[in-house]
């Protein structure tokens, strides 16, 4: 399983910015996929999730209307759409999967999460 997040840049409040996480050596289907953010001095937050097979996703309180989770159609990438960006948005985003299971279970509880990527940087200035 690897898992590599991209588009991670500095922007200004209010702005959009989407983050993509490449998968490979797995099959979305039997897994969990998960976006986390860790701000400094901070702990690991869920930020949103998704199961394929039944396409059903939860977010976080601080990031629900704003943000969105996605896949494309081939079930290789993760997307997360983020609008009106605020600073305390700031934080290094993860990509991660849970799994593999029979069924996936929906979570943002990163401790469930087996597999992560290396972080990408979001910086939003005010």
């Known amino acids: 399983v690897q898992l590599v997040e991209s588009g991670g840049v500095l922007v200004q409040t209010g702005g959009s910015l989407r983050l993509s996480c490449a998968a490979s050596?797995?099959?979305?289907?039997?897994?969990?996929l998960g976006w986390f953010r860790q701000a400094p001095g901070k702990e690991r937050e869920g930020v949103a999730c998704?199961?394929?097979?039944?396409?059903?996703?939860d977010y976080g309180d601080s990031v629900k209307g704003r943000f969105t989770i996605s896949t494309d159609n081939a079930k290789t990438t993760v997307y997360l759409q983020m609008n009106d960006l605020r600073p305390d948005d700031t934080a290094v985003y993860y990509c991660a999967a849970a799994g593999p299971s029979l069924v996936a279970v929906l979570t943002l509880a990163s401790y469930e999460y087996n597999y992560w990527g290396q972080g990408t940087q979001v910086t939003v200035s005010s």
């Open positions: 998704i199961t394929t097979d039944d396409g059903k996703t």
């Open positions: 050596g797995f099959a979305f289907d039997d897994y969990a």
